[in-house]
């Protein structure tokens, strides 16, 4: 059974940082794509950072910059690094895996207070 549990939300003040984790257990097939999204309240969901296999990323406009994502190959975990959050980037967020099938985390809240 594929899981992605996501971890590091909470809440920070403007202008801290946060690391997002997003460990995957069960894939047996290689991650083609693995990616960060967001979904504000009464907002779409929205990509916010993504890393291909073959080490090539894509960023959101607006945190382009102040957000890195990155893997650990070996643990089958990636990570998205959020710094100078702003009161716009509270969300809940999802990791996102992509191999034969899409799979998707459970969500973890990031509040950024003003």
């Known amino acids: 059974q594929v899981q992605l549990v996501e971890s590091g939300g909470g809440l920070v003040q403007a202008g801290g940082s946060l690391r997002l984790s997003c460990a995957a257990s069960g894939i047996t097939f290689s991650i083609n794509l693995m990616a960060w999204y967001r979904q504000a309240q009464g907002k779409q969901r929205e990509l916010v950072a993504s890393?291909?296999?073959?080490?090539?990323?894509n960023y959101a406009d607006s945190v382009k910059g102040r957000f890195t994502i990155s893997r650990d190959n070996a643990k089958n975990t990636w990570n998205l690094q959020m710094n100078s959050l702003k009161p716009e980037d509270t969300a809940v967020y999802y990791c996102y895996a992509a191999t034969r099938n899409p799979y998707w985390g459970q969500g973890t809240q990031v509040t950024v207070s003003s």
């Open positions: 890393l291909t296999s073959g080490g090539s990323t």
